[in-house]
């Protein structure tokens, strides 16, 4: 049972997002998020280039 517990960890990580998305996951979250992030990378690689 010991060896097996990383192994039976991550599946519940993953049920534990699913469950989440479900519920919180809404396209304009997603959309704000992905926006937010977005932006983030966007000045990050402006502020490497110049």
């Not at 919180?24 to 704000?32: A, N, P, Q, R, V």
């Amino acid at each position: 049972m010991v060896a097996n517990k990383p192994f039976n960890e991550s599946p519940s990580i993953i049920c534990y997002l699913s469950i989440f998305n479900m519920f919180y996951g809404s396209f304009e979250t997603l959309e704000k998020v992905k926006a937010s992030l977005y932006h983030h990378i966007y000045l990050l690689l402006t502020l490497t280039i110049f």
